[in-house]
């Protein structure tokens, strides 16, 4: 889409993410789009482990850890007192994991996604409990493997940015590290809205996904071009933007990458074929 | 009468909003629960009238009220929330959270009974569940105090960076009507200075608050986290004495009344604090040398005011309107453990009195305390009406 990225450094090297790590590369984007005059808050994930142990930080910001169920509730503190205190420039920032947001963060995000509370929420999504040995979570795909369910999850992934949209909150995104231009210029374009603003981040989990070291940003890729994952915005929960979505690629080429999937059957595979044409037909259908 | 204040008759709770309204607390988040909710009804006219410049976060959950009440406090605001029951069980683990971030929240805890079953009675056994999360708590008996305890509990807070929880009781305090002095807005202002923290989340800073920590210095905080509430008596105590000097009204840490020659203390926290003066007065005009030892500041436990009162008693008797079972009542317990090693410390009666909310009247009162004269105590608590 030909969007130049324009960074401030506030994320800087020498955190504590495993090399290849896409969320480390998410949170790039995110801070360093959004600038120094921002605060962040963080749940327990390892968003928190990059974000650095006392006395130490990766980010040259102010970053609130809170509880796990409780970001947006925190965040709206800030935004809050940030008014009371007359202040219109500094931006609050969530960036939480799958687990904090679709799971046990839900109603808090819900609360405030309800009141249009003025932050923005990054959903940095590795569809499951990656940080205590990838467990699963209600963003685990249907049939993946995670240490909870061994034998694959028998139910779909929740799907988060629709429930977003339908509390009609002024924005809503998909983005993924693949696409760092795509993800950059959506962080840029919720900076300069108000109200409560959600961005998922699909962020492949190297370990928890068992993808090759280098493997990160092309699974990422490949979720967006087998209609997996599409990227698309959701302006007032009704306008909706197609930015990258399905080629044609077969979804086998997405789930060969990963040993998460390595369990299935050919049977299977053409079952998260079909859903995923299924999901694109569905999102296509909502396009303007 | 105070020149600087004005009188109006209102419940206990409505006497908390004034309080709040004179701290000039800026954030606000609330969940509403029975008795709880007409303090921040209170607070919601002060607003809309534009009476009270605040932000009212309507959250979802008390949880999220409590969570959202430590960030604005250290994003350098005067927080504010009341809760009650339920509502503070949820808050649990952000209460510790609170004292950990040293929030200096003021929140208002209505004692109601926990269920299961139901009930929605007075009963202190919320707040005092709460005890070891680093929050002072401050017991009250009626709507003056706890309107004036609000304040104090501002001056304590943010002068030792701990947040602090006051209360009184479900119905027989919150909802009852009672003549308050409302001091004026410059009184307070005399008396609270504004909320001006060094430390607070704010990028021109660009401190953090939250990340890991090693065993060291996890070590070091909880290490000062408890000298910070030591040095809460004496904060408080000041605090206490500067409203005096302001509006001619004290409560002290504890409070001690008539106890000179006593051969019993009657000792209790909140409402039935009111019901045991009333009762010393009529035992002593029959002859009875009896006292009474009110417990305001739970949190930190006043230990050495506690000694002294009560060194050189023969006998207390305490009433406890709570019960944790496997212990019996809490100040009970805590009484106990204060005078242990006293050389002229007291034997202790511990009476369940109230628990659930059943009425203590002035009569049945008198009787326990003959009882209790006449009597050895059980090493255990003893369950009264």
Redesign the interface.
Known sequence: MGYQIKEEKVFNSGHAACPGCSEALAIRYVVNTLGPDTIGVVPPSCIAIISGPQPLSSMRMPVYQTTLESSAASATGIARALKAKGNDHTKVVVMAGDGGTYDIGFQSLSSAAERNEDFIYVCLDNEGYMNTGAQKSSSTPHLAYTASTPAGKLTPKKNLAEIMVAHRIPYVATATTGYPDDLARKVAKAKEMKGLRFILVLAPCLDGWGLADNAGPKVSRLAVETGVFPLYEVENGERYTLNYGSKGTPVVQYLSLQKRYRHLSQAQVEELQAEANLNWQRLQGKLS | MNERSSRILVNGNHAVAYGVKLAQA??V?VYPITPQTPIVEKISEFQAAGEMV??L?????E???M???????????R?FTATASQGLMLMH??LH?ASGARAPIVMFNVNRTIGSPWGFWPDQTDSLAQRDTGWIQYYCENGQESLDTVLQAYRVAEKVLLPAMVMHEAFYVSHALEGVEVPDQEVVDQYLPVFDPPHR???D??????????QE?FYRHRRDLGLAMESAIEVAEEADAEWRKLTGRSYGIVEQYRCEGAELVIATMGSMAGTARETVDNLRDAGLPVGLLKVKLFRPFPLAAVRRVLNGVPKVMVLDRNFAPGTGGFLHQELKAALYGLEQGPVVHGYLAGVGGTNVSPTVMADWVREAMATQPAAGPVWKG
Request: charged share 10%; hydrophobic share 40%.
């Open positions: 800026q954030v988040p605040v932000e976060m309507t959250a979802e959950s949880h999220s009220a969570s959202a009440c430590i960030t604005a406090s250290l994003t350098g605001v927080v683990e952000m959270y989340l704010d990028p800073i660009g401190e953090s608050w939250g990340n890991t920590v090693g210095m």
